[in-house]
């Protein structure tokens, strides 16, 4: 495509790329992370017992049956604690639990109140990818980013539990305003050849939001200090806003040639280039000078022409006429771009039998890879230890499986890299389940168990990589945010059920573990029918996805 061309011209991963790369990251990845997890440390519940009889905390051993009488007796409806609550402050100091005494059969109000941010990143999924597309993916971003840092604060000042859920519904809506964008941009910035690399170091970000939680949550010791301290840095990142340039694959799409040329040509002098002006053109005058030097040699990348010094680049404009000229082999070719205002509305994503399989698959992968990572996540995570170093664990973990995402796409590919992964999990998870903790010779096999586990996160992590950079190359430009967006709803769906799983009770925690895997077959077969995206560019269009299984039929 046009747009790669000229990327490739100045440089595909220069100063200018890696610059825009680092502030995008760095303001709508990293502390993402934070208001998702942030719920380990604000709705913890420490060590705690009945007030009554004058007992005090310190005075109990660990293993004193009084302690943490919530989660025996009283839980089940044998007892009551008119007296109030006792809580250790060693571990977490306050939290939303010690505050409002979220204990017994309040207790699931703080698994609620992360549903009710789940819910709302779902809900945020289709309004954010609609506004991005319309709107453009900057501007979204940063109202998200600003508006997030206010939810943060009010939450902070919550005067009881009920406002807490509803303001964390809110600020899952807000998380999808700049998220969404944010990969949108990043994918858009760099070539077919780049953007494995680019998309899945973005994904470091997200994992260096999670290792970083610990100290702000053992820094901040008390829930309403903490969520301060993960909202106002919120409230600067705006300040970021002239940095960052609109994404010029969409300012193309929607016939903005002028401006889009301006920000390339901004990134080639940050690149240090000295190339020529870079210049999008629409149909017409692009036809035009294509007629007066028909007879030239073509003089660049594909469907590039010099002229007059100057490097002339034709693509997509908001009006139907409008479509690519390419003459990268002597031929001139033109694919008609579908008119946007028919892309404003979802059902372009079904809008034909391949464009469905595309929609359909997609996010049937991301609801299952998504529903088996946070799974096996939240079950290994009923770890015993130091929970602040188990969350810096969880997080830490996470970039050697982004290193081998790489590798995986670079080498092998985007569907058989999927396949093979899932496939994976799924056998390490089968090895879970039926292998007992002692043989018939007594030997413990717990090591063996733990190894099991461990190459089924490993391996569904780098599959959830893979699948987050694949729906970002096989939407077409003008339905990119809305196909994120539509697919993002179907990972939400996977990780709210993920925890009710795990509520199934511990004799049958051996059925959990099975069923993580065994669904991972299904989107392991599914993406095998999809085109593979390896080295090629993003589709523009409808009509050019159609074009990438034709040429995947053809080889």
Not at 53 to 79: C, F, I, M
Not at 204 to 227: S, V
Not at 494 to 501: D, M, Q, R, S, T
């Amino acid at each position: 495509m046009d747009l790669d061309h000229a990327l490739h011209s100045i440089g595909d991963h220069g100063r200018g790329q890696i610059l825009i790369f680092t502030i995008v990251c760095s303001i709508a990845q990293l502390p993402a992370s934070w208001h998702i997890f942030g719920i380990l440390f604000l709705g913890a519940t420490p060590e705690h017992l009945c007030n009554v009889l004058g007992n005090t905390l310190p005075a109990l051993p660990q293993s004193s049956p009084v302690l943490n009488t919530s989660k025996v007796a009283l839980r089940e409806g044998n007892g009551s604690c008119d007296g109030g609550w006792i809580y250790s402050q060693e571990t977490y100091g306050s939290t939303i639990v010690t505050e409002w005494d979220l204990l017994c059969d309040k207790a699931i109000l703080v698994q609620l109140s992360q549903t009710a941010m789940m819910i709302g990143v779902m809900v945020g999924s289709l309004t954010a990818g609609y506004l991005a597309d319309r709107f453009g993916r900057k501007d979204v971003m940063f109202i998200g980013l600003f508006f997030q840092g206010i939810a943060g604060i009010l939450q902070a000042l919550s005067p009881s539990i009920t406002v807490f859920i509803i303001v964390r519904f809110i600020m899952g809506i807000l998380d999808q305003m700049y998220e969404l964008p944010a990969y949108s941009m990043i994918s858009e910035l760099f070539t077919p050849r780049c953007r494995p690399y680019a998309f899945i170091c973005m994904l470091n970000f997200w994992a260096a939001g999670i290792f970083t939680l610990p100290g702000l949550a053992y820094f901040f010791q008390d829930w309403r200090h903490l969520q301060f301290g993960m909202s106002l840095p919120f409230l600067l990142f705006p300040t970021f806003y002239w940095l960052v340039p609109e994404s010029p694959r969409w300012l193309l799409s929607v016939g903005r040639f002028e401006e889009a040329s301006n920000i390339v040509n901004m990134i080639s002098r940050l690149n240090g280039q000295e190339s020529p002006n870079i210049v999008f053109l629409d149909r017409d005058v692009c036809q035009r000078l294509t007629e007066d030097s028909s007879d030239e040699e073509d003089g660049g990348y594909g469907s590039l022409t010099q002229t007059s010094g100057e490097m002339l680049l034709r693509t997509l404009s908001k009006e139907g006429g409008n479509g690519i000229l390419g003459r990268g082999d002597g031929r001139e070719t033109f694919h008609r771009a579908e008119d946007v205002s028919d892309a404003n509305s979802y059902r372009q994503l079904f809008s034909g039998y391949r464009m469905t399989i595309v929609s359909l698959s997609t996010a049937v992968l991301w609801f299952v890879t998504s529903f088996s990572y946070y799974g096996l996540s939240l079950n290994a995570g009923r770890l015993v230890g130091d929970p602040y170093l188990n969350v810096f664990l969880s997080g830490l973990v996470e970039l050697p499986s982004h290193l081998v995402a790489t590798l995986c796409v670079v080498w092998f590919g985007r569907r058989w890299s999927i396949c093979v992964t899932l496939l994976t999990t799924c056998v390490a998870c089968v090895i879970v389940t039926f292998l007992p903790a002692f043989s018939e010779s007594e030997d413990d096999l717990t090591a063996a168990i733990v190894a099991a586990a461990t190459i089924g996160k490993f391996s569904v992590a780098i599959s959830y990589a893979i699948a987050c950079l694949y729906a970002t190359e096989v939407f077409p430009t003008i339905l990119r945010n809305k196909g994120i967006a539509f697919v993002s709803v179907s990972a939400r769906l996977g990780a709210l059920l993920a925890p009710f799983v795990l509520v199934l009770g511990d004799q049958h925690s051996n059925a959990r573990v099975i069923l993580f895997g065994l669904v991972t077959v299904i989107p392991g077969m599914l993406v095998l029918l999809l085109p593979e995206m390896k080295g090629r560019p993003q589709p523009q269009t409808i009509a050019d996805v159609e074009d990438l299984f034709e040429e995947d039929r053809a080889q």
